[in-house]
């Protein structure tokens, strides 16, 4: 996975005042934390950081923070924005270690027409990203499936997902991910899967 650049620079300030005179220089305030290290604080562009907010499929962003010489690996674990103009106003992010997995949601996608679709019945993505742990070299912008040897009444379960190596699912319960529907008639095993289907983690 690419892993995108972004100038930053360390504040020694805090406190309200001082983040709404950063904002109205087109800055937001930004923390880094955890893997063991003490948190950093950081003021940065929030048009940059929304442009490659934008540009990536990734659920949960990696990054590399420039500060001088310094860099800094870290995954955008929160970003918050305005609730009526939607400017990003703080974020938060999470230091990296290349050797320590991490929790993400990855985005999922299908792939192939199934053999309900071609007899007639209709495929729905119950979930559209699924909670997996790596290592940060191993995460991608999203993971597909093949659904087309799925008949119709079929359910595709988190754990019949082929996943890439070194990504493994996270889940407290075996959850679908992908079911095919009688379009006509009563309710299907898959429909009613669909209907109980528990959400992702």
């Known amino acids: 996975m690419e892993r995108l650049e972004l100038s930053v620079t360390r504040r020694t300030s805090t406190g309200k005042e001082y983040a709404q005179k950063l904002r109205q220089k087109g800055l937001i305030p930004a923390v880094a934390y955890g893997r063991g290290k003490e948190p950093v604080a950081f003021e940065l562009s929030s048009r940059e950081l929304a442009l490659l907010l934008n540009r990536s499929q990734a659920k949960d962003l990696q990054l590399t923070l420039v500060d001088g010489t310094e860099r800094h690996d870290v995954l955008v674990r929160r970003h918050d924005v305005h ?119």
């Open 83 to 201: 609730p009526v103009t939607r400017a990003l106003v703080h974020a938060d992010f999470q230091f990296l270690d290349e050797e320590l997995p991490i929790k993400v949601k990855i985005p999922l996608r299908t792939t192939g027409k199934s053999k309900g679709e071609a007899a007639g019945a209709r495929l729905t993505q119950v979930q559209r990203e699924v909670t997996v742990s790596c290592l940060p070299r191993f995460q991608t912008d999203f993971i597909e499936t093949d659904v087309s040897h799925l008949q119709a009444s079929e359910v595709m379960y988190v754990d019949q997902v082929v996943f890439p190596e070194g990504i493994t699912p996270v889940y407290r319960k075996r959850y679908p991910v992908v079911v095919v529907s009688k379009v006509a008639g009563a309710e299907t095993p898959a429909e009613a899967a669909t209907e109980a289907a528990p959400k992702a983690e």
